[in-house]
């Protein structure tokens, strides 16, 4: 759950980048424009607005992956981590029946 929380943190600045990239504000019709001047005005903004579109997926998919190698790079931190963690219980627990046997050899060999 934590990995996605951190994914949706770091994509959230770069949404309203892309909704504002993706809605355009496209020229209005008015009387005094020639159909064919319109189009060329609309094409133009619709150009603009796919290369902002691709701009900011290209810095999302940047963004999204250095997330990703984050994560996995912690992951095997926390991999390495718990093999160290389990090594050291078992030392612990080895010690601690190493020391239940020396003290019920004591205590055997004093009851003699």
């Not at 150009?47 to 250095?66: F, I, K, P, Y």
């Amino acid at each position: 759950m934590t990995a996605w929380a951190t994914l949706i943190r770091a994509a959230l600045p770069y949404v309203a980048d892309i909704a504002r990239a993706a809605i355009p504000a496209f020229t209005s019709r008015s009387g005094g424009e020639q159909p064919e001047q319109l189009v060329q005005k609309q094409i133009a903004e619709l150009q603009w607005a796919v290369t902002r579109n691709a701009e900011s997926v290209r810095v999302l998919g940047q963004q999204l992956q250095d997330t990703i190698q984050a994560i996995d790079a912690a992951a095997t931190a926390m991999e390495q981590e718990r093999r160290r963690h389990r090594r050291l219980l078992a030392m612990c627990i080895g010690l601690a029946l190493l020391s239940l046997l020396v003290s019920g050899v004591v205590a055997f060999s004093v009851l003699r």
